[in-house]
């Protein structure tokens, strides 16, 4: 035991103060150069990432209607600004990894070598995870919701027309509070596998309170997701089988007691 111990050492040296603020310093003007660059290339291709993001929407009204449509801005500046807010939800995306590396280099010489083994997983889960959560509320959850939405619009020979217009500005907020959502939520077995590690909470106790959680999933989808069924169901099922699988991996991570 005493050997195990004399390995599991720590790679820093000590350092003052100032040293450690100087450091601190280095790792967010590269963090703040790689989202500028980052950002940069977003704008360039805003308008293209922004066609992306509308396609499921153009898929659809194209389908209901067989001509094309359009989305409207009634503000001057309103497609301007939408850019700059895609180009920033881009360009955070991109920058990711090399902000995430910048804070471990900032953070790996003050763990032992089995924590900075034990952290790199989930540092390495958290953008799959992110992006699995962001892909199936885009390949899955917008077809269903925005064809659900859209049949409420009336045709252009009933008594009061109702047709969709939606503006830039308000489809882009739309769809990134719905990628985000989706996205955070998707880290579940992220955080509680890390609690688990760190003895705060366990499999067992997972297991005990299940029935709850599952309603607690509905909740949550209730409250991020937009107000039909399609959408909010859509977010509660995964998180279930989330939820599932952070019992799993939470029993493998959980301190078992040690045995004489």
């Known amino acids: 035991m005493a050997d195990t111990k004399e390995e599991d050492t720590i790679d820093d040296k000590p350092m003052p103060l100032l040293d450690h603020l100087i450091e601190l310093r280095r790792r967010l003007l590269w963090s703040a150069a790689a989202f500028m660059v980052a950002f940069g290339i977003s704008y360039y291709f805003s308008a293209a990432i922004y066609s992306f993001l509308a396609q499921p929407l153009v898929d659809i009204l194209a389908h209901q209607s067989g001509t094309p449509r359009r989305l409207?801005?009634?503000?001057?500046?309103?497609?301007f600004f939408?850019?700059?807010?895609?180009?920033?939800?881009?360009?955070?995306?991109?920058?990711?990894?090399?902000?995430?590396?910048q804070l471990w280099l900032f953070v790996a010489p003050g763990?032992?070598?089995?924590?900075?083994?034990a952290f790199l997983p989930f540092l390495a889960a958290t953008p799959v995870l992110f992006v699995l959560g962001a892909a199936l509320a885009y390949y899955f959850v917008f077809p269903f919701a925005w064809k659900f939405f859209i049949s409420f619009e009336s045709p252009a020979g009933s008594a009061v027309p109702i047709q969709l217009e939606a503006k830039v500005s308000e489809y882009l907020d739309l769809v990134m509070k719905l990628i985000f959502a989706f996205g955070i939520?998707?880290?579940?077995?992220?955080?509680?596998?890390?609690?688990?590690?760190?003895?705060?909470?366990?499999?067992?106790?997972?297991?005990?309170?299940?029935?709850?959680?599952?309603?607690?999933?509905?909740?949550?989808?209730?409250i991020l997701a937009p107000p039909d069924i399609i959408t909010q169901t859509g977010l509660a099922i995964p998180l279930i089988l989330l939820y599932e699988i952070s019992i799993l991996t939470s029993g493998w991570v959980e301190t078992k007691p040690v045995e004489d």
């Open 185 to 222: 939520t998707f880290e579940l077995p992220v955080a509680l596998t890390l609690l688990a590690k760190v003895g705060i909470v366990s499999s067992a106790s997972l297991k005990k309170y299940r029935r709850y959680a599952y309603v607690g999933m509905f909740v949550v989808a209730a």
């Open 111 to 117: 763990l032992y070598k089995s924590e900075k083994k």
């Open 72 to 79: 409207i801005f009634t503000q001057l500046y309103e497609v």
């Open 82 to 101: 939408t850019y700059i807010k895609v180009a920033f939800f881009g360009g955070a995306f991109i920058a990711f990894p090399v902000i995430s590396t």
